[in-house]
């Protein structure tokens, strides 16, 4: 019952938020193939609708998670346990994420030093 409402709410939202963040990392990763005075045709796969399909994905998910949120919170009554099971998932996220962050001192990687694991090929 509960438990299984809880565990998919929030297997649901790590989903969406997965999904959004390999949208922003291929955003990310192309702008450093590019920075660097690396072509995109070069690559073996090149997703089609480039950036646009990223952008959709992101705005889809932010849409998805924002409209679960905004049900729990126009609910009559409201229950702060549901809101914790559709929006846990966002907290949990972040702090993973920042802690990983934090712990390993590491920060954004600058474009032009993104490595590619490729050798230049001149």
């Keep these: 019952g509960e438990v299984f409402a809880w565990l998919l709410s929030l297997t649901g939202t ?45 705005a889809i998910a932010c849409a998805i998670v924002c409209g679960q949120t905004t049900n729990v919170l126009t609910a009559d009554p409201f229950s702060f346990r549901d809101l914790a099971s559709v929006a846990l998932g966002i907290p949990l996220f972040a702090s993973l994420y920042f802690g990983y962050r934090y712990f390993n001192k590491s920060g954004l990687i600058p474009l032009d030093k993104c490595d590619f694991g490729l050798e230049d090929e001149d």
């Design 14 to 58: 790590s989903g969406l938020l997965t999904w959004m963040s390999i949208s922003v990392t291929h955003l990310r990763f192309r702008a450093a193939l590019t920075a660097q005075g690396r072509r995109p045709e070069d690559l073996p796969y090149r997703m089609p609708f480039f950036p646009y399909g990223n952008y959709i994905a992101i």
